[in-house]
């Protein structure tokens, strides 16, 4: 079984100012990871992926997640907030054996930007 | 990257009527499509998974004979709720998986399709 823990629901950031989002996975195999932005009323954007490529990936809109299997960790990051990060955001985890494709979402954390 | 589309994008209707929601890959071809649902301030969780030509798979406690689940081209998948009720209110998105050349999966989520149970 998998699961993904978001750790806080809600983060507010000044402008300019470091993001960083907390993701926690649970999986009995080696994981592919997502973080998937939603912006109100909208599906989900993809923002980055890993797939046991480079530990470290860099997505859209200069954010960038860091996969630790010591910490069972796939944190986000971007080094300097902007008023159109805003949104919510979902880390999402699915087993990589062969054709277990199915996702499963952490609860979300909503992006307030402080100007 | 892939695109995928819904529609409509919402929708009234009243109580104990069907509700149809198409969910397209534009750009690509698509063997499989997921189906979510998503309450307010919630995360999605899968409804189903829809495989072209052949029967849908749904997660435990959805009921098939409510939602059904057509995926009758490699383009199209399509939800329909049958004898709405307010509870089934809700948003409901669809993905659609891509598989690269490396067989590394990604989902593509279409923008959603908010339904309003009168």
């Known amino acids: 079984a998998q699961s993904v823990t978001q750790l806080g629901s809600h983060v507010s950031v000044s402008e300019g100012a470091l993001v960083l989002l907390r993701c926690n996975y649970s999986s009995s195999v080696p994981p592919y990871l997502f973080w998937y932005v939603q912006y109100p009323n909208q599906g989900l954007q993809l923002l980055l992926k890993?797939?046991?490529?480079?530990?470290l990936v860099k997505g859209i809109n200069g954010f960038e997640a860091e996969f630790k299997k010591s910490e069972t960790s796939f944190h986000l990051t971007k080094p300097s907030a902007h008023m159109s990060d805003a949104a919510e955001y979902f880390c999402?985890?699915?087993?990589?054996?062969?054709?277990?494709?199915?996702?499963?979402f952490g609860t979300g954390t909503r992006l307030t930007i402080i100007p | 990257g892939a695109v995928v589309s819904q529609h409509p994008s919402w929708v009234i209707c009243k109580s104990g009527t069907s509700v149809k929601i198409e969910c397209r890959s534009l750009?690509?071809?698509?063997?499989?499509m997921f189906w979510y649902r998503q309450f307010p301030k919630q995360s999605l969780m899968l409804m189903a998974t829809?495989?072209?030509?052949?029967?849908?798979?749904?997660e435990q406690g959805v009921e098939k004979d409510k939602f059904l689940i057509n995926h009758a081209s490699l383009t199209l998948s399509t939800l329909t709720v049958t004898s709405a009720h307010p509870e089934d209110s809700s948003f409901y998105i669809c993905?659609?998986?891509?598989?690269?050349?490396?067989?590394?999966?990604?989902?593509?989520f279409g923008p959603g399709t908010r339904l309003l149970v009168l």
């Open positions: 829809s495989n072209e030509g052949s029967k849908a798979t749904y």
């Open positions: 890993y797939t046991s490529a480079a530990t």
């Open positions: 750009d690509f071809q698509a063997t499989t």
């Open positions: 993905s659609a998986r891509v598989r690269d050349r490396a067989y590394q999966e990604t989902q593509y």
């Open positions: 999402a985890v699915s087993e990589s054996n062969f054709g277990n494709e199915k996702l499963t």
